[in-house]
């Protein structure tokens, strides 16, 4: 670590990375973002992020980088690219890594760090990062954020032990809080992502699929049963593998849902724009899990069909 502050890389500058690596970058820590179709907007323009509850953030000057390899190395490395990314974006990541670096996958799905893990060094960190926000990417260099921004850490593997973990983990809160961001550890990673998924698994892919937004699913009583159902086979799934989700989860995330501004989940941008979709990450991950542990997810297997068949033809 360097005398000061950490210096923190951000892998895949997209509506996460660019949000959390400007509200860090904007608390004075020394933030790298790596880019690629974005460069050289960012490069002329900057990176603007235009917050609901905080405002216009506008960072005019922005150490990017089109190439890894001009990168300085990093002591924080936040992964904010999708899950589709992470075995190509793996080389980048070791390269830009300082010695005993903490890597982070601010990402969404199931066995996210199990994946990731034999593709870096064993000296390297790996946590996983909730991030529980409304935002996406609106324009190159720009992120539009509606609402939230949370963020749980949790330590998944490396050469760090027993307390050691719990270290790095309340340095990397500790980090994000100077950044002016509600943040804590997770008891659990696991568990923590499961919960995530409670949430994620139905409202993802109900928007591809029916090309709709959170409000629309939640004013019709069909989408809502059919939202629920789904919540409460992937309740059921972590319960079985051994995570006691709290009592009434679903019901909760119904209520917060109706609560929250209409928003369009990130699978929905990634359809719409052409990009592949995180399928295995939020259904095959999860329905591999369910078929190991003889729960079946009728509705949760049936939504990812429909979703492998949408993507087929749109790669056709």
């Known amino acids: 670590m360097h005398e000061s502050r950490p210096r923190i890389g951000i892998m895949g500058t997209g509506a996460i990375g660019g949000f959390y690596g400007a509200m860090l970058a904007q608390a004075g820590f020394d933030v790298h973002f790596l880019l690629r179709s974005e460069f050289e907007a960012v490069r002329e ?9 905080r405002g216009v953030l506008h960072l005019r000057k922005v150490q990017a980088y089109r190439d890894v390899a001009d990168m300085p190395p990093c002591d924080w490395l936040l992964v904010g690219a999708k899950t589709t990314s992470n075995p190509s974006l793996a080389p980048a990541i070791v390269q ?5 670096a903490k890597v982070v996958l601010l990402q969404n799905g199931i066995a996210v760090e199990d ?3 034999p593709l870096l060094p064993d000296t390297l960190h790996l946590l996983g990062g909730l991030c529980f926000i409304c935002v996406h990417r609106e324009a190159p260099g720009v992120v539009e954020h ?19 973990r719990q270290a790095l983990i309340d340095e990397g809160v500790a980090m994000f809080r100077e950044a002016g ?4 550890a997770a008891a659990s990673l696991e568990q923590a992502r499961w919960q995530k998924l409670v949430w994620n698994a139905p409202y993802n892919g109900l928007a591809v699929l029916l090309q709709a937004d959170t409000r629309a699913l939640m004013d019709n009583p069909d989408s809502v ?7 409460r086979e992937v309740v059921s799934v972590a319960r079985a593998a051994g995570h006691a989700l709290p009592e009434g989860l679903a019901e909760k995330m119904l209520k917060t849902t109706r609560h929250m501004p209409d928003y369009l989940p990130s699978m929905y941008h990634d359809h719409a724009q052409g990009r592949p979709m995180e399928l295995e990450a939020i259904y095959a991950a999860p329905l591999a899990a369910a078929a190991r542990l003889g729960v079946e997810m009728p509705r949760t297997e049936a939504l990812f069909r429909a979703l492998r068949f949408i993507a087929a033809r749109q790669s056709a």
């Open 115 to 117: 994946a990731m893990r």
């Open 181 to 184: 961001l509600d943040s804590h």
């Open 146 to 164: 509606q609402s939230q921004g949370a963020i749980s850490l949790g330590y998944h593997s490396g050469p760090a032990l027993g307390p050691d």
């Open 45 to 53: 323009h900057g990176l603007r992020v235009n917050s609901v509850p």
């Open 225 to 231: 049963a059919l939202v629920e159902s789904i919540m």
């Open 96 to 100: 830009a890594a300082a010695a005993g």
